[in-house]
């Protein structure tokens, strides 16, 4: 696939995937990359330097919220983040916007002449 057409699509999704993966439970950044990886294959197999800056923004927005674990003995520290009812809301609309966005395309796509 066209490395350039790639990145563009993927870049419009992943704050929705990210969100729908925050809606499912609070997780923190490395269970979030690898929960991309396992469900959306390579296509959605990031680096911390892509996932970080969209967690960074859906905080700002007020979509997600994060916390510091408490440590005990040797444990390190995590920062979790989960999604406010602000970002439930925004989620439900992203999707319903995606569903209609894949309809048409298809229809584009599949449209025969």
């Known amino acids: 696939m066209n490395a350039k057409y790639e990145r563009q699509l993927k870049k419009g999704v992943f704050e929705i995937l ?3 993966l925050l809606s499912e439970g609070e ?4 269970e979030l990359l690898m929960e991309l990886k396992e469900r959306g294959g390579e296509m959605f197999a990031v680096k911390e330097g892509t996932l970080y800056p969209i967690l960074y923004r ?3 927005d007020g979509l997600a919220s994060s916390r510091w674990s ?3 003995g040797r444990e390190i520290s995590r ?3 989960s999604i406010t009812p602000k970002g439930r809301g925004e ?15 298809s229809g ?5 002449r």
Not at 27 to 30: I, R, S
Not at 108 to 112: A, F, P
């Open 58 to 60: 859906l905080e700002d």
């Open 27 to 30: 997780k923190y950044g490395y």
């Open 79 to 81: 920062k979790y983040y």
């Open 18 to 20: 990210v969100l729908k």
């Open 108 to 112: 584009i796509l599949e449209e025969k």
């Open 70 to 72: 408490r440590t005990e």
């Open 91 to 105: 989620l439900s609309e992203l999707m319903e916007l995606w569903r209609s966005f894949e309809k048409n395309v």
